[in-house]
Structure formats: C-alpha cells, structure tokens
C-alpha cells in the first residue's frame, strides 16, 4: 500500500487555470503507468489523462482533449496535470492512481484523499 498525495486544487472562474500534482513515496514512477481520475457530484469516477512514464505515452479523455497536459518530473518523482480552459463541468474530486492495464486503464485499489477543483461560472 502507497499512499498518493494530490494537491494544487481549488477555487477558480470559468477559462482559468490550475495545476494538479500528484507525488508517492516508497517508491518511484519511473517503471509504471498512471493517471488522473475525477468525481464530479453525482456522477462515477472517470479518467481524465493518463501516462506511460517511461515512454512518455499519454491518453486523454475526449472532454478534456486540448485543455489539459498531463507530464511527469522524474527528478521530483512527481506527476502533474495542467489544466487549462476550465469549465465548470471540470468540477470534481481529483485522484491520481497507478494504473495495472495500460489498455484498459484500470487503476489500483488504493486511492488517496484527492484535491478538489471547483469552477464557477
């Protein structure tokens, strides 16, 4: 069991900006794959961007195409997600998680506390 620490989130308007991080200790990134997910109030956990560490492959769910970046810094051994444009369906709880079938996108079973975005109108 790694615990996933998430921050950056918070309070911002409709077109603004924030930048999510996602950092682990016990171990490093550098060999998996990992996403971000959101909860939005009512609504499923979804994936939102995901990456191949090594490699540096990405995914990106269709609704945030354009508008987030997901990246890495192997230095820091952190994860981050940039985003860009919000909206205020953006809104949610915001995880990070390994991921354990790059295809399929399926994250572990151990979640952290998340970061919280909000976007007003």
């Known amino acids: 069991q790694v615990q996933l620490v998430e921050s950056g989130g918070g309070l911002v308007q409709a077109g603004g900006s924030l930048r999510l991080s996602c950092a682990a200790s016990?171990?490093?990134?550098?060999?998996?794959?990992l996403g971000w997910f959101r909860q939005a109030p009512g609504k499923e956990r979804e994936i939102v961007a995901a990456?191949?560490?090594?490699?540096?492959?990405?995914y990106y769910a269709d609704s945030v195409k354009g508008r987030f970046t997901i990246s890495r810094d192997d230095a820091k051994n952190t994860m981050y997600l940039q985003m860009n444009g919000l909206k205020p369906e953006d809104t949610g709880v915001y995880y990070c998680?390994?991921?354990?079938?790059?295809?399929?996108?399926?994250?572990?079973?151990?979640w952290g506390q998340g970061t919280q975005v909000t976007v007003s109108s």
């Open positions: 990456i191949w560490w090594s490699f540096g492959l990405t």
């Open positions: 016990g171990r490093t990134f550098s060999s998996y794959f």
């Open positions: 998680n390994f991921l354990n079938n790059w295809n399929a996108k399926k994250p572990y079973d151990y």
